[in-house]
């Protein structure tokens, strides 16, 4: 039985670098353990096992291509839902007035907030989608995705007042305030490093 164990494991250690999906693999795992009923092969298995589902994620399961298209398509989604809620705002806001239960006073304070903010959420939403196209096609580290982080944050910080004057009158608007400005600022400090790192890379290309 033992060396029954050896030869499956072996086995397995091979195929699992061949790229079976994590479901086989753990079915063989289950199979040595019953035919054999060895601890020890069984622990060599899993870690076997572990390192096949690791190695089939990171090549077929997940890729940075992947993660720039799935953020590309959040994009889209948002921005229909913004333009969306421009022809709807009203209706949308005055339901939410009703369900709180404060009458006409959040309803006056959402619209107007909201239609004044409409245009930077229009501008960091184009803006967000050229960086990601220029992510997409491997244009990272250029001045013009430094320019886009830029004016992404201001933005944001746009918003900032905006918010906070609306707040005064409904409460829950802060919230926001304190979001816009925190993601304002991480989008200097991103803007930053991608300065250097554009600076970086333009003084190497010169060199060569």
């Given at each position: 039985m033992q060396a029954l164990g050896e030869k499956f494991n072996n086995w397995l250690l091979r195929h699992v670098t061949w790229g079976l999906t994590p479901v086989h693999n753990l079915l063989l795992f289950f199979i040595i353990f019953l035919?054999?009923?060895d601890n020890r092969h069984s622990i060599?298995?899993?870690?076997?096992?572990?390192k096949?589902?690791?190695?089939?994620?990171k090549k077929n399961f997940w890729t940075a291509e992947k993660s720039v298209t799935l953020s590309i398509i959040v994009t889209i989604i948002l921005a229909v839902i913004f333009v969306g809620l421009i022809f709807t705002a009203p209706p949308v806001f005055r339901w939410f007035s009703e369900i709180t239960g404060r009458g006409g006073s959040p309803y006056?304070?959402?619209?107007?907030?909201?239609y004044v903010c409409c245009l930077p959420a229009?501008?960091?939403?184009?803006?967000?989608?050229k960086l990601l196209l220029n992510i997409k096609a491997e244009r990272i580290f250029i001045s013009e995705?430094?320019?886009?982080?830029?004016?992404?944050?201001?933005?944001?910080?746009?918003?900032?007042p905006i918010t906070a004057v609306g707040g005064f009158f409904y409460i829950s608007l802060f919230v926001i305030t304190a979001a816009a400005a925190f993601i304002g600022l991480i989008l200097r400090v991103l803007k930053n490093i991608m300065a250097s790192a554009?600076?970086?890379?333009a003084e190497n290309d010169f060199t060569v």
């Amino acid at each position: 039985m033992q060396a029954l164990g050896e030869k499956f494991n072996n086995w397995l250690l091979r195929h699992v670098t061949w790229g079976l999906t994590p479901v086989h693999n753990l079915l063989l795992f289950f199979i040595i353990f019953l035919l054999t009923n060895d601890n020890r092969h069984s622990i060599i298995v899993m870690q076997n096992l572990t390192k096949g589902v690791y190695l089939h994620m990171k090549k077929n399961f997940w890729t940075a291509e992947k993660s720039v298209t799935l953020s590309i398509i959040v994009t889209i989604i948002l921005a229909v839902i913004f333009v969306g809620l421009i022809f709807t705002a009203p209706p949308v806001f005055r339901w939410f007035s009703e369900i709180t239960g404060r009458g006409g006073s959040p309803y006056k304070t959402l619209i107007i907030t909201f239609y004044v903010c409409c245009l930077p959420a229009a501008a960091a939403l184009t803006l967000l989608m050229k960086l990601l196209l220029n992510i997409k096609a491997e244009r990272i580290f250029i001045s013009e995705n430094v320019n886009l982080l830029r004016y992404l944050s201001w933005c944001c910080f746009l918003v900032v007042p905006i918010t906070a004057v609306g707040g005064f009158f409904y409460i829950s608007l802060f919230v926001i305030t304190a979001a816009a400005a925190f993601i304002g600022l991480i989008l200097r400090v991103l803007k930053n490093i991608m300065a250097s790192a554009t600076e970086i890379k333009a003084e190497n290309d010169f060199t060569v």
